[in-house]
């Protein structure tokens, strides 16, 4: 069974740097697609990247394109977002998840059936 664990959330200032983690336990991460989403008060939960098995990446989401970056280390079965020049408009909880068939990437939330427990950020000053 895959489970999936975040880390990495915290408080930061606009500007400011996190990089998250997504730590799988249970299956190798190797052959597996995991995006990653977030979800602020109120609102809907968004994705904002994938990573497929050959590290190809999609990246969702319109606002981060160029600050947000992520990445796989399948020897440490961890997928990571790297978030960079962070905007108070990004607080969220932050979650990863990997596709029902484990090896697609997909936009629609709801293709994503194992999800961890996600990680807070917050962007403020």
């Known amino acids: 069974q895959l489970q999936l664990v975040e880390s990495g959330g915290g408080l930061v200032q606009p500007g400011g740097s996190l990089r998250l983690s997504c730590t799988a336990s249970?299956?190798?991460?190797?052959?597996?697609?995991i995006g990653w989403f977030r979800q602020a008060p109120g609102k809907e939960r968004e994705g904002v990247s994938c990573?497929?098995?050959?590290?190809?990446?999609?990246d969702y989401l319109e606002s981060v394109k160029g600050r947000f970056t992520i990445s796989r280390d399948n020897a440490k079965n961890t997928v990571y977002l790297q978030m960079n020049s962070l905007k108070p408009e990004d607080t969220a909880v932050y979650y990863c998840?990997?596709?029902?068939?484990?090896?697609?990437?997909?936009?629609?939330?709801?293709?994503?059936?194992?999800w961890g427990q996600g990680t807070q950020v917050n962007v403020s000053s």
């Open positions: 998840a990997a596709p029902v068939d484990l090896y697609y990437c997909y936009t629609d939330v709801s293709r994503y059936y194992y």
């Open positions: 249970g299956v190798t991460l190797d052959y597996y697609a």
């Open positions: 990573i497929r098995s050959s590290g190809g990446t999609e």
